[in-house]
């Protein structure tokens, strides 16, 4: 008898693998074509969608159209809230029939709306359903000043006991689905919630948390230093850090791109995928970093701008920021102070996969500070990261 063969695993972003949990909940009807795009071509029979940890949570195979098709095979055990979240089937279970009417809250809401839509669900006779927007990697300017987990404290503290408050995990790319959702949950009507407001106008359980807001000079911090080898970035990084360790205000944890391979990186090599997996490791570490308010400096090359994206989305969803800081030596300047003799080998062929020379480098285009240490001296280039740190909050007396 022919044995199927094994589907290969494939480990989503985390938007994705939250946009599929909601299909597979019932919350969504398909998963949006987008969503698709990170699974390569050679995937496309279809694949075992894994979780942060690479445990299988479902199959997703294609019929002969090309359509995605879903199969759960394991709760999801990750992601914001957790514990706390409800399936559509259950809340409308809860519900035994009631009319609703759900409110999806996206930033801080303002008093008065509270007590507008208190007076219609009274009038209608309908239980509130405050569906909260959830997502770590909301952005905090887009969202009033709140992330996502504060979003949820704030509308838990301000519900009646009789109202209900369900997270849902729709990244903020899809929030224009949430009508769609809150019918899901069993909406009779849809109302949106949380356009802002003046501080004394916001419900006091969204002032409280806007309060806890950490100014930037209390957030955590990744500087990531970019640029191709040989372009100064260490040097630069190194002597930011030695600046701030004297200056005391912040605590710096420096992830060196050498340094991080003997170490956090021993056994990968130089393809394309260990450079990548590479990032991502420097990533999670220094995204742990920021969670707990400190400051990572890192200087690995990242030439890629996908890679560089995905650490900046895990400084975020962990609540930090992250400041890319491109130092655009020439590649001319490169090779010429290459100690290592890195570039020579290259230019022979004995080294795949160099940046530069035989692999490309992405230039940023979100970059917040470049840099050129063929023109600008050490001591110049901290000065104007010191500067850039100063006027965005990060160093105050």
């Excluded at 809401?109 to 669900?121: H, K, M």
Aim: glycine share 12%; aromatic share 4%.
């Amino acid at each position: 008898m022919a044995v199927a063969p094994a589907l290969p695993g494939w480990h989503p972003s985390h938007a994705t693998l939250e946009l599929i949990e909601l299909v597979l909940a019932g919350a969504l009807d398909a998963l949006p074509p987008a969503a698709l795009d990170e699974l390569p071509e050679s995937a496309r029979g279809g694949v075992l969608v894994e979780d942060a940890e690479g445990t299988p949570v479902a199959e997703l195979l294609f019929t002969p159209d090309g359509a995605p098709r879903l199969r759960g095979l394991r709760p999801f055990a990750h992601g914001p809230l957790r514990s706390h979240r409800r399936t559509p089937a259950q809340v409308r279970e809860a519900l035994a029939g009631r009319r609703v009417l759900a409110v999806t809250v996206a930033g801080p809401v303002e008093s008065a709306q509270v007590d507008s839509l208190r007076a219609e669900a009274a009038s209608t006779g309908a239980v509130l359903v405050w569906l909260v927007l959830v997502d770590l990697g909301l952005d905090p300017g887009r969202s009033g000043g709140l992330g996502g987990e504060a979003l949820w404290r704030a509308s838990r503290a301000l519900a009646l006991p009789e109202e209900h408050v369900v997270p849902v995990a729709l990244p903020a790319a899809h929030h224009t689905d949430a009508t769609r959702v809150a019918f899901a949950y069993g909406a009779d009507a849809v109302r949106a919630a949380g356009g802002g407001g003046e501080p004394g106008t916001l419900h006091p359980a969204f002032a409280r948390e806007l309060d806890r807001v950490r100014p930037a000079s209390g957030r955590g911090l990744v500087l990531f230093f970019t640029g191709l080898s040989g372009s100064g970035k260490s040097t630069v990084a190194k002597a930011l850090a030695d600046a701030l360790v004297e200056d005391g205000r912040r605590s710096i944890s420096m992830l060196d791109g050498d340094e991080v391979r003997r170490l956090l990186s021993a056994g990968l090599g130089f393809s394309v995928a260990d450079r990548e997996a590479n990032i991502r490791r420097i990533g999670f570490v220094a995204a742990e970093v920021a969670r707990h308010g400190g400051t990572a400096i890192c200087a690995p090359i990242a030439p890629f701008a996908a890679g560089r994206a995905e650490v900046r989305s895990m400084v975020e969803r962990a609540g930090g920021d992250l400041l890319l800081i491109h130092v655009a030596t020439p590649l001319a300047e490169c090779e010429r102070r290459d100690r290592k003799g890195m570039y020579a080998k290259a230019r022979r062929g004995e080294i795949a996969d160099f940046t530069g020379i035989s692999s490309p480098y992405e230039e940023p285009t979100d970059a917040d500070l470049l840099l050129d240490t063929s023109e600008t001296s050490i001591d110049d280039g901290v000065r104007l990261i010191w500067g850039m740190l100063q006027d965005r909050g990060y160093l105050v007396d």
